[in-house]
């Protein structure tokens, strides 16, 4: 708990001597993709993308053990403007650890987009994923946005942003050929958020969120050991939040979310097949600071994916609480140095009520995402 204290302390510190800007309430992540009519037809673009990071979690609780993440991942790729409608990028994805002699996971990076119009953009190949699907932790875990490897499959969303946008998406996480002995794996997705007061005029704003999604393991054509499984993850909210005009603070918001957890098919993985989950939260934004207060109640609640210290079920034991009361504490500061150079420092804590424990986290980063103009290719059709 002294731990603990002393990193909020120096959060505070660092509001006086850091003019930092609040963004989003994740570690570090990739940027989206840019929008794809901001290039000119032809161009030939480098685009960098680089997160150095430091994250600690110290759990010592019974549903995740703690570890350290300190490394980089680091993604150069090619960018060819085929024509105002059509981008393709080529290159390649490095994640590494410290203390490690060489990259510890090396991806292929391929992937092609179609403006299909002013309102829908297809996306194919490796995909803006994890943070961008823009969904509640206890169904994609924030940490696998610098972690995880690239998702690919394909993703279709809105570019313009109004009372309603959104996004469906697939992640094809494992291929099986005809007689493996792994399962085929993937995740779908659909994102809809509704702003039935959007207007950026306004100081109040009410905004109502709903998310599904849909994990598989299994296959036909494969001769594997592990059950088959089919999960459903449902999330349903609302957020009232009221924009201020002052000085130092920035906005606060009031929400709750719903969060709800199907099996779908049966089997012995797990000692419930559906469950659920209630958390209230408030939201205050300042010029240095995002502060989030949550509590979570949970019932018989599971996601593959998921924060594990949110679960049912332990992620390293045999152990099965059916409800989970825990009190959660973000802190986040964001300072963006220039254009294509962030700075993101947080600390989260989690207090389970029912047993007293505290856990929390504490991570800092650098995130390096310049786009350099190589030339102007033209090809012949």
């Known amino acids: 708990m002294r731990i603990g204290l002393s990193i909020i302390s120096i959060f505070c510190l660092l ?45 010592f609780g019974e549903y995740a053990e703690g570890y350290t993440l300190p490394g980089y991942w680091f993604r150069p790729t090619l960018v060819y403007q085929v024509c105002r409608e059509v981008r393709l990028e080529a290159g390649l994805q490095m994640l590494q650890y410290g203390g490690t002699n060489r990259a510890d996971k090396v991806y292929p990076i391929v992937n092609i987009q179609w403006q299909m119009n002013k309102r829908f953009n297809l996306h194919i190949g490796i995909i803006d ?6 969904t509640h932790e206890a169904i994609l875990d924030e940490e696998r946005a610098f972690t995880g490897r690239p998702e690919t499959g394909v993703r279709l969303r809105t570019t313009q942003d109004g009372i309603l946008s959104g996004e469906v ?33 306004e100081r109040w704003q009410l905004h109502m969120p709903f998310r599904v999604t849909f994990s598989h393991i299994g296959g036909q054509i494969s001769d594997f050991e ?10 349903i909210g609302a957020e ?15 929400g709750v979310d ?13 000692p419930f097949s559906s469950g659920w989950a209630l958390e209230p939260d408030i939201n205050v934004t300042m010029q240095h600071l995002v502060l989030d207060i949550a509590y979570w109640h949970s019932k018989d609640y599971f996601a593959l994916h998921g924060m594990p210290l949110l679960m049912s079920l332990s ?42 424990q505290f856990d929390y986290s504490y991570g800092f980063g650098i995130s390096l995402t310049p786009n350099i103009r190589i030339c102007k290719v033209r090809y012949s059709e």
């Open 129 to 134: 994923g994890s943070v961008h699907h823009r």
């Open 169 to 201: 998406w697939l992640d094809w996480q494992a291929f099986i050929k005809r007689g493996d002995t792994i399962p085929e794996r993937f995740m779908a997705g659909i994102r809809v958020d509704y702003k039935p007061l959007y207007n950026k005029s």
């Open 258 to 270: 719903y969060l709800f957890f199907d099996a779908m098919t049966g089997g012995d993985v797990r």
């Open 315 to 356: 992620n390293y034991q045999n152990l099965y609480t059916p409800e989970r009361n825990i009190l959660k504490i973000h802190l986040g500061l964001q300072h963006s140095i220039s254009k294509a150079v962030r700075f993101s420092l947080n600390f989260k804590a989690y207090h389970d009520v029912d047993v007293s």
């Open 240 to 254: 009232a939040k009221r924009v201020v005009t002052r000085r130092f603070l920035k906005s606060f918001s009031v």
């Open 15 to 59: 509001l006086f001597i850091t003019p930092v800007r609040a963004q989003e309430l994740y570690l570090l992540a990739p940027l989206e993709s840019t929008p794809i009519d901001t290039v000119a037809n032809g161009d030939l673009n480098l685009r960098i993308q680089n997160v150095s990071f430091f994250k600690n979690n110290e759990y």
């Open 226 to 235: 592990e059950p088959m499984q089919s999960l459903m993850n449902m999330q």
